[in-house]
């Protein structure tokens, strides 16, 4: 029997790709970095400019479990802000399980720098987390987490859970109880 690599091994390319191409941007973009003036005095601008990827992904996430929250389903929520610092390509991320009936289950909060973007993957920022590598995938509307070591998220969540997995988009805001 052929075992098939893991997940992270399959996209190692795409990401070698992304980490090349955003170099390269960054690279190119940087020689267009003018700042303003007025009466040959520089103008300071302001760093909370974010990146159209990073626009697209803000906003809050659900497991399955949150639309059946009235009749006491387990879920897990995704906050995801513009943290406006390394060039508006980082995201706050804060995950939170149900607080409502029972002490909550899962609880992470971090930061992830945007590595790339396509068409095939979405657009996916990664974080460095307790000695591995989390990435966050976004893709119609779904929020994928997975990590090159699956075991280091579950470090975020009581009786053997985990926040590896995929999480809707909602239309408004979570809401936490």
Known sequence: MIKSPPRYARHSRFFAGIVTTSAA???LNGCNNVSPSVNNQTIKQPITAVTPAVQAVVGDYASEGYAKRVQ???WVGVMIRADGADNGEQIDINVRAR?????????????ATLMGQDDAHGVIFQSKVN?????????????????????TLNYFCSGGGSIVGEYQKLQGDLELH
Not at 104 to 111: E, L, W
Not at 132 to 151: E, N, P, R, V, W
């Open 131 to 151: 000695d591995s590598t989390a990435f966050f995938q976004f893709k119609d509307g779904t929020l994928s987490i997975d990590s090159k070591d699956k075991y």
């Open 99 to 111: 607080s409502d009936v029972k002490k909550p289950t899962c609880h992470f909060d971090g930061k």
């Open 25 to 27: 941007l960054l690279t």
């Open 72 to 74: 006491g389903s387990d």
